[in-house]
């Protein structure tokens, strides 16, 4: 089981990434799918993630509007676009697999991929 992220970089205040996470030995799509971030000297947390039926999401509050959790079965990956970036969402961004996810939380994921690094200059 692998999950492999990318898309991270540089970008200025108000700019835009796609984070993806390819996933290899299982199918993604039977299991909730999530993306969590962790900042210099900050706890991880939790930013978004999304049921295997993809009706159930959530997002912490600070993303709201600004961040959408999407997935391709077919592809077997799940993908983080992140518009109106701010410099307070410099962190490292994880993804992960086969946890729970309700509207007001997600966690106990099993599954984990490196991070990577997304930098939001000010």
């Known amino acids: 089981v692998q999950l492999q992220a990318s898309g991270g970089g540089l970008v200025q205040t108000g700019g835009s990434l796609r984070l993806s996470c390819a996933a290899s030995g299982f199918t993604l799509g039977l299991h909730t799918v999530g993306w969590f971030r962790q900042a210099p000297g900050k706890e991880r947390e939790g930013v978004s993630c999304m049921g295997s039926s993809g009706i159930m999401t959530y997002y912490t509050d600070s993303v709201k509007g600004r961040f959408t959790i999407s997935r391709d079965n077919a592809k077997n990956t799940v993908y983080l676009q992140m518009n109106s970036l701010k410099p307070e969402d410099t962190a490292i961004y994880y993804c992960?697999?086969?946890?729970?996810?309700?509207?007001?939380?997600?966690?106990?994921?099993?599954?984990w991929g490196k991070g990577t690094q997304v930098t939001v200059s000010s």
């Open positions: 992960a697999a086969a946890g729970v996810v309700t509207p007001g939380r997600c966690g106990g994921m099993s599954y």
